[in-house]
Every structure is written in C-alpha cells, then in structure tokens.
C-alpha cells in the first residue's frame, strides 16, 4: 500500500520532533509544510531532510495542490480549534497534538465537527504509547478490586519561554498526561474532583507550579495527583510514579522501568500485551492503521475529551476551594459549545447529545 500522503501544520519545536517522526515512518509521506510564520515552515522542510517540500500558510491551498491525504496539527493549544476544523470541513482525517483545544467547549465542537464530516479527529496523547504503561495496566487488572491509584510527580525543569508566564502550568502543561494515563490505567471515568494548587516561595514559574487533586472515579475508586514543577532534588520520573491497590495486592511503575506488583508475597506475572509503539511514532502508527481500517483508535477524540475535562475540573476546583462534579463542567461547556457555535451542521450533531457522557461513550476505541 503506498504511504499515507500527510501535511504537517506548525513546524515548531514539537512540530520539529513531528518532522522526524513522520521522516522515520515508512507508512506516510510527509507532502507540504503549513505555518503562518513561513520561515518556520521553511526550517521544517530543511528538518524534514528536503528543502523542496511545499510550504505555505492556507492549509485548504496546500492541501488541494499537494492531494493531502491527512493532516497533522502540531500548531500551540489556541489554534487547534479552526485549524482541526478546518482540515475535517476540507474531508482530511486529523492526527493532533494534546489538548484536543483550548477549552472544553471547542473540543466538544470538534467532536461534533467530526461526527458531521464522518472524518476521524485524533488527539495524540503521547504518553499513552508506552509499553511499560500497557504493562502496569496489565499487573492493575491483576489486583481484583482497585481502591487506589497516586501518581507523584516531581520535577525542576527551567523551560524559559511560555510556560514560565502561564496560570495554572502544572495543571494545563504537564497534568493532562498523567490524567490521561490514569483513565487508562483505571479502564474507568472520572466522577469528581477536589483539587488544591499553589507556588511555593521559590518558584521560578508565574503560575502555580504545584498541584494536589483528588479524582473520585466510577465504582468509588480514588485517584490521587501530587505533583510540583518546581521540586529540585530526588526528582521523579517524567512519567511521575505511580502505585495502585487493590484487594489481592498492590502494583507499581516508577514511570521509567519495567513495573511490578506484589501479590501479597508473590511477584505478579501478567499476561503480556501487544506492544503499542513509543510516544508519539505509537500514536502516528496508530492513527495511519485508523485510516486505513475505518476503526476507532485509542485518542479519537470522543474519547479523549474527558481527559481535558480533568483538568477544567481540577483547575474550577483550585480555584473554587469546592470539589467539582465532572458532568457539571462537560453540561457548562456543552451549553458554551453551542452558544458559540457558526456552523449550523455542528451546532445541529451538539443539540441531538442526550448527555455528554452518553455522547462521548458512544465511540469506544475498536483498537
Ligand atoms: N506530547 C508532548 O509531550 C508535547 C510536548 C511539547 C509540546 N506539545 C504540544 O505540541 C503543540 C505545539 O507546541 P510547540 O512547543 O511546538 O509550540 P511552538 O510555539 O514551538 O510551535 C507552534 C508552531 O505553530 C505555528 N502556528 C500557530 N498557529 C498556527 C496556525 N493557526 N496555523 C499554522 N501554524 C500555526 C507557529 O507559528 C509555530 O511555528 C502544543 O499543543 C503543545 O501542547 C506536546
């Protein structure tokens, strides 16, 4: 089968590590560059290995001249939305980078956009492609009932940049990976939130560096967050770690080596699972089966959005002080989607949702 003919939008410091991938990747075939800024564009095609490759700064015109088959969106969180739009209204399949948007509402509008074009929306949530992630999902599913699952994360990264100016950056940057993965681990939704965050007096960071959440998930299982950016010294892994309890016993991942469990004296030995690739190759080769096959991958937006969601929640119940339910953010930002929606197609698919939750069940992964 020839490769998957793909146009890459926003050639920046991740859209570099995007150029690489897709160049590694014999299943597509990276055919023209958008940015708004040119020269960026320009840069990527130098990265990409073929100056030659068509730049431009209208992805519909490049699309059309260059016969895109797919399009990856690797533009900052603000233009995911018209940008992910864009290339589903053009009939393109859509592999993009976490968040799904800037808010909630555009990603339930996105979902919607997807459902009214038939297109597949991807959200690739690098973290999920991990083997040793799969791994300990495998020794979770061995410990019977589940109680727990805590993830601590400590690092003292100095960025410089955005991030060093931004509110909330723990929870918006760095957080949603973790969430993410946890639903994963759990095979189970989010029910509430209470969640406290804060800057401790040596931070370098504008915003709160540090967080403390905890997620109450379906059948009343607890998830606990606790995480700093700014925690120098005996610094986690960038996976954070990770230990789950439940009634046969307890298992654990320090985010960077093969995980284990103790099955009250006896090591665990869980069956093995089919490997998923690494980040963000995992997810590209994940999404070219996807167009490939018609299925419904892991990250297809539907199901990516209560992870974004997560995070709306954890950020309302910072700054409330009060534990927030998950079903109140997603029927605000449902309310929000459609008041602000313009295409009168999406606002129609928003309108038929009986329930969010229902709507966003309603695609569960078939790979
Ligand atoms: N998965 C991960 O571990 C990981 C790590 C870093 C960044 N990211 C994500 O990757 C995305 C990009 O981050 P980055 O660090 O590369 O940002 P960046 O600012 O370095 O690059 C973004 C590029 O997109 C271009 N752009 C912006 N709006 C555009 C538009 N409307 N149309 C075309 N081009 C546009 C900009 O000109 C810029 O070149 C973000 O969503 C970020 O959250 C993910």
Redesign the pocket.
């Known amino acids: 089968m020839s490769p998957l003919r793909v146009l890459q939008?926003?050639?920046?410091?991740?859209?570099r590590a995007w150029l690489a991938t897709v160049a590694a990747d014999p299943e597509v075939e990276l055919v023209g560059i958008?940015?708004?800024?040119l020269d960026?564009a320009r840069a990527g095609a130098e990265h990409a290995g073929d100056p030659s490759i068509p730049v431009g700064?209208d992805?519909t015109v490049l699309a059309a001249e260059t016969g895109a088959e797919a399009v990856l969106d690797?533009?900052?969180?603000?233009?995911?939305h018209?940008?992910t739009l864009q290339a589903l209204r053009a009939g393109l399949p859509v592999l993009g980078?976490?968040?799904a948007a800037q808010t909630v509402a555009e990603a339930l509008s996105l979902a919607a956009a997807a459902e009214a074009t038939g297109k597949l929306f991807m959200v690739?949530q690098?973290?999920r492609y991990n083997d040793q992630l799969v791994a300990f999902r495998q020794h979770v599913r061995d410990l019977g009932a589940v109680g727990g699952l805590s993830t601590r994360f400590a690092k003292a990264p100095h960025f410089g940049g955005f991030r060093e100016e931004m509110d909330d950056v723990l929870l918006l940057?760095m957080a949603i990976?973790a969430f993410d993965s946890a639903r994963y681990v759990l095979e189970r939704d989010p029910v509430s939130v209470y969640c406290e965050s804060w800057n401790p007096s040596w931070s370098w960071y504008r915003g709160d560096a540090a967080a403390a959440a905890v997620f109450t998930f379906e059948d009343d299982i607890r998830y606990v967050y606790d995480g700093s950016w700014c925690a120098p010294g005996a610094e986690t892994s960038w996976n954070g770690d990770w230990r789950a309890s439940g009634a046969a016993g307890t298992a654990l991942w320090d985010g960077d080596h093969d995980p284990s469990s103790d099955l009250d004296g006896t090591p665990g030995s869980p069956a093995a699972a089919p490997s998923v690739g690494h980040e963000?190759a995992g997810s590209l080769a994940s999404f070219v089966r996807a167009v490939r096959s018609g299925g419904t991958p892991d990250g297809e937006v539907h199901g990516n959005v209560m992870s974004l969601t997560m995070v709306d929640a954890a950020i309302t119940s910072a700054r409330s002080g009060r534990r927030v339910v998950i079903d109140e953010v997603l029927e605000q930002a449902h309310r929000d989607a459609l008041a602000a929606e313009q295409d009168e197609t999406i606002r129609d698919r928003l309108a038929a949702w009986d329930s969010v939750r229902g709507a966003l069940r309603e695609r569960l992964p078939t790979s």
């Open positions: 939008v926003g050639a920046g410091g991740m859209g958008v940015d708004l800024d960026a700064t992805l690797i533009t900052v969180p603000v233009a995911h018209p940008v980078e976490k968040p690739s690098s973290r940057d990976h963000i």
